[in-house]
């Protein structure tokens, strides 16, 4: 577990920068930009911490919680002036889904010590973090 930690902690620092690159302005496009990066780093924050901490600790909670991120994340679709936002907030979305789809069934036993990371956490780790980047990449205006 401490390279998933490790994995979503580095990833949750690179995405702090997020909403410091859109500057507000006046205008509404300007305002949405500054709202979808905000977003898009809170989600990805909430997803990272909840994947790198006791899944075993209620998976139906937190799997319905990987549920409000997707539906957090499918409202931005639509509020970015960027050709590729809506495609980049879709995959996230999806990840998002997988992901919950994966802790709904994390068994509620803790694992034994020792043991090693499940594959299939790392792979829905890795699998957010990158369509977040992506998000990220993609929150501002053209």
């Known amino acids: 577990m401490v390279t998933v930690a490790a994995l979503a902690l580095g990833a949750a620092l690179a995405f702090t920068g997020c909403a410091a690159e859109a500057t507000p302005e006046s205008s509404p496009a300007a305002s949405s930009t500054v709202e979808a990066c ?3 780093r809170n989600v990805t924050n909430g997803a990272l911490n909840t994947l790198a901490g006791d899944l075993a600790a209620d998976p139906a909670g937190k799997s319905e919680y990987f549920g409000q991120l997707t539906e957090r994340v499918d409202a931005l679709l639509g509020t970015v002036d960027n050709k590729s936002a809506d495609a980049a907030f879709s995959s996230f ?3 998002l889904g997988e992901a919950g789809a994966y802790v709904a069934t994390v068994s509620t036993e803790a694992p034994a010590e020792g043991a090693e990371t499940d594959p299939a956490l790392i792979a829905a780790t ?11 990449a993609n929150c501002s205006a053209e």
Do not use: I
Request: glycine share 0%.
């Open 38 to 40: 905000s977003e898009v």
């Open 93 to 95: 979305a999806a990840a």
């Open 126 to 136: 890795t699998a957010v973090q990158d369509a977040a980047a992506e998000a990220a």
